[in-house]
């Protein structure tokens, strides 16, 4: 469905996307990660054919977004990291019209726009007005509005941010049963179990690199030992404790509020932990998690 080698997006000086590959299979969903400034925007813009590539070869459905931009949108459903729906418009008719820049006939807008809300559990609200709907009915009318033109790629920009768990949960639910119908599915995100949730496979992004990819799976694997054990001590003693549990797991990490030890059986290294003499505040012991991995291959620094 997109196939990208080498890759590049730069803005003056400033390079954004420095030479990437990647492929995404039809059906699948696929994941870009990465922090701010990583490279994911200018990636999804140019995926999305509204931002020319500056370097590289890009192909969506075999098409080049350099000349075949209109055809490549016609086949694009995108849903932006902001709802932009109109709030003084009833939910149905923000479907309705946008059914229409796609050529729809009337009565297929109609059709669809009830299909779709019943999809999204919204059919109650059909004739209400978007503006007092709570954050997570928007994000699923703007799910909803997004499939109007039955698209073949589904673009999401951080679909979930700002929602409560609940919210969540019912979004990840009807992605996965959009993916279950064939559509495949790219998106961006900053949540870690959301990745683990919904990408078959995703890509991690660092300064305008792909610095790891694979299934959330594979990369915990290969980045991280199959637990975690973390250790509160005192405030402000962790460096003085990090050095004792030096040599125990695979590695540690010494954090403001407390102590990570990579290692393949938790408890055991906490038996050590106490064979040094060491009394923790507080223990937990638990499995790798994509989030262990995304913040070995990136860092803890805030990037602004």
């Known amino acids: 469905m997109i196939t990208a080698r080498s890759l590049s997006k730069s803005f003056g000086d400033f390079t954004a996307v420095n030479g990437i590959d990647f492929d995404v299979r039809p059906g699948e969903v696929f994941g870009f990660l990465g922090p701010n400034g990583a490279g994911k925007s200018s990636t999804m813009r140019m995926i999305g054919a509204v931002s020319p590539p500056t370097g590289g070869t890009l192909r969506i459905f075999g098409l080049d977004p350099a000349t075949d931009g209109k055809k490549i949108r016609a086949r694009l459903g995108v849903v932006a990291q902001q709802d932009e729906l109109d709030e003084f418009l009833s939910v149905q008719d923000n479907l309705l019209i946008y059914g229409r820049y796609f050529d729809l006939p009337r009565r297929v807008c109609k059709e669809r726009a009830a299909e779709l809300l019943d999809f999204v559990q919204l059919s109650d609200w059909a004739t209400k007005k978007v503006q007092p709907l709570s954050g997570g009915m928007k994000r699923r009318v703007t799910i909803a509005r997004s499939l109007m033109s039955q698209p073949e790629i589904l673009m999401l920009d951080e679909p979930t941010t700002g929602l409560d768990p609940q919210a ?70 962790n460096e003085e404790y990090g050095d004792r549990v030096d040599g125990i797991g695979a590695r540690h990490e010494v954090l403001p509020d407390r102590i990570l030890i990579y290692a393949d059986d938790g408890e055991v290294a906490l038996k050590e932990v106490h064979g040094r003499g060491l009394d923790p505040e507080a223990v937990l012991v638990r499995r790798s998690s994509l989030e262990d991995v995304f913040l070995r291959l990136t860092g803890r620094t805030l990037v602004e």
């Not at 949540?191 to 305008?208: F, I, K, P, S, T």
């Open 168 to 237: 969540r949960h019912v979004l990840w639910d009807r992605l996965y049963r959009l993916k279950q119908q064939g559509v495949t599915i790219v998106l961006t995100t900053h949540y870690m179990d959301e990745a683990e949730q919904l990408c078959d496979r995703l890509v991690v992004m660092d300064q305008g690199q792909i610095v790891a990819e694979g299934t959330p799976a594979e990369l915990i694997r290969t980045y991280s030992p199959r637990e975690v054990l973390e250790l509160r001590f005192p405030a402000g003693e």
